[in-house]
């Protein structure tokens, strides 16, 4: 074992400080200025080849061979120098790599540059009022336009994340309702601004409501020409599971992770209850899962660089990150004591806060919530390492389903 | 940047574990734990032919973390003691200067000396009857081998831990070897290594009682099902592997810690112990819960691992004293 990145990689960290120093010196600018100035450090370092390593660079990236060792010295040394990274979000994380795999030659012209330049933004357009873990019974209606070139779309979506800003969307829509449910559906790229397609903020448990939080859209006779079809019509369930492994593996979560678990510390100092031997007791009990997740989050890394399958223990992640946080979430209900009476400003959301106590938990300790529930279920999670990763028999009704016949 | 096992250290594990599946089968296991032995010198030959005495000699080119992955398959495999003794014997025989405990480290790497571990206040010792020495003191007060024999009383008991038999032993005008005075840090770090090793055993057992009660899981018929199909079992064996598998990166980092001489080596090696005798000990009952009527059974032997995880967990501390101690070590 050795957590060294090794020489090269050290050398390679090397250049990026340098490019940062010279290329990030954002000074006082405000607004717009500012705005200018990160959309211009952006082309730098793509130019560099320090971010949209895996997009060609006909299409705006930096085009790089894959290299988790690189794409990591680069997070850690732009969290360093508090530098943008990439603009993030949906259209990033999904729809590029999406159409990268899946989509037509026109399908990246048009939308690949945009999208990372931060000009577009991608509402994802999976979960229904109706179909939330079985995601695959969407019921959102897709029709050919009596002349074939246009879908029509009718129908509901719902959680979309930055749904007040998004411009478009990709989507899953029901455009073979005689077919089998996982071959009646198609991939759909949709532009949201248009008379047939209304959205709506969602209030959320924290309070969160306005331009931040999630949104559900309408769709009435909204449009979509077939040329924006990713994939075959009626695969969109294959075409929705793309999984691009490109340096995926980070340690940022690991990280995040220890950042609040030192602030649950920071927090047990606040209100005076570090001393308590229960506290301590708890604290440190806590501390053995947050480790164990730093650490085989280390496991995780190292196997993605020596391109070896690390097995089971990558299915369990995201359930493992969601419990610790429930776990923090109590012991910060016990710390927070009388403060937890008075609600913090600016709840759960990324508007203007004022200055905050303790009270502040709050947000960690509904938010906790959210992570049991967003992308793929606690119970969805709970399946996939017992059917994937410890190789149990599926569900019957879903073996049924899945037409595995009498198991 | 390497964070996982090389094909060495997999291939070390899987020669103990195959050694183990031929001298250590249920049936040899069930005989030994009426036996009212306390060593069974055909597995501890077995595994000491593998060369395992030696892995904590300072230029064996391995270290803490090849030790760990050997204890993890001896818990896997609840195999019979004394080897986190006999490795650690080894490892403080081997960088002390005394001479006379020297002359016994060629016995004691090949095992034909057979060394007791009795570090901490416990009178309770592993194999007692059974070892030359035995390596006796603590990380404070400093670490000693004792001779067997005159001014060593030993006790037999009946022994909970059944693959493990302590006896209770007490020591008055004993041959003591001194290998680390009072204050020596190695006398501490050589504590810190037991803690390793003893999480790592049960990192080995917890792994064990995720793996049967998943099998069983898949061939135990219900309802003209198996019963892992239902989601209430399958969703607790998910539970039992998400406690164990992310935990075996903690027991691999407190391991390289020692071997590093990392400043963080001593806390390591507290927050495993504690996790990881935690962890044992929910998964045994768990396991016991999975197999419902069989799990409860003698025959069937899964309380030789719920009994390995009632010692382990008390061992040289238990998980909450060793959270006071990393409490302090963070500055809390």
Known sequence: MDLSYGAEAEAFREDVRSFLAAAWQPGERRKADLKDYIRAFRRQAVEAGYLYRSVPKRYGGAEQPVDVIRAQVIREEFARAR?????????????????????????????????????????????????????????????????GTRWIVNGQKIWTSQGMQSTHMFMLVRTEPDAPKHDGITYLLIDLDQPGVTRRPIRQMTGEEGDHTFCEFFFDNAESPVSWQVGT??????????????????????????????????????????GDPLVRDELARIEGFVLSHRYTSFRLFSCSAAGEDPGRVALMMKLYLTEIGHEMALLAQELVGEHAFVEPAGAGGRGPRGPRGPEKWLDQIMGSLGNSIAGGASNIQRNIIGERGLGLPRDLALELEAGGGRA | MRFHLSEEQIAIQDAVRGTLADCWPMERLHKFADSGDDFDPDSWAALMGLGLGGILLPDSGMGLLDAA???????????????????????????????????????LVAGTTIAALALGDSQFVQSARAAQVLLVGDRDGGIALVEAGEGVTIEPVQPTDRSRPVSRVSFAGAIRHELFSAGDPLAASLCDAALVLIAADALGGAL??????????????????????????????????????????????????????LPDAARAAAMAKAHLCDV??????AAVAAHGGIGYTWEYGLNYWFRRAVLNRAWLGSPAEHRVRAAVMAGW
């Not at chain 2, 044992?280 to 009952?285: A, D, F, H």
């Open chain 2, 69 to 107: 992955l050997v204890s993890e398959v001896a818990g896997e495999m609840a195999a019979p003691g004394p080897l986190i003794a006999q490795l650690l014997a080894v490892a403080a025989v081997a960088r002390s200067g005394s001479e006379a405990a020297r002359a016994h480290l060629d016995g």
């Open chain 1, 233 to 274: 019509r009626g695969q969109g369930w294959q075409v929705s599971r793309t999984t691009l492994k490109h340096e995926r593996a980070a340690i940022g979560s690991a990280d995040g992770l220890g950042n609040q678990f030192r602030k649950l510390v920071d927090l047990a100092k606040e209100v005076g209850r570090i």
């Open chain 1, 83 to 147: 530098a943008p990274m990439e603009v993030g979000g949906n259209g990033v994380n999904m729809t590029v790599p999406t159409l990268l795999e899946k989509g037509t030659d026109e399908q990246r012209e048009l939308f690949i540059r945009k999208t990372i330049e931060g000009e577009y933004v991608w509402g994802q357009g999976y979960s229904e009022p109706g179909s939330g873990s079985d995601l695959a019974s969407v019921r959102t209606k897709g029709e050919l336009s009596p002349d």
């Open chain 2, 208 to 261: 064990h009682c995720t793996d049967i009660s998943v099998a069983y899981a898949k061939e135990r018929e219900q309802f003209g099902q198996p019963s892992g199909r239902f989601q209430a079992l399958k969703h607790q064996l998910a539970h039992m592997a998400l406690d164990a598998e992310p935990a075996r990166a903690l027991v691999w980092y407190a391991a390289y810690a020692w071997d590093a001489g």
């Open chain 2, 280 to 285: 044992y000990v929910r998964s045994t009952r």
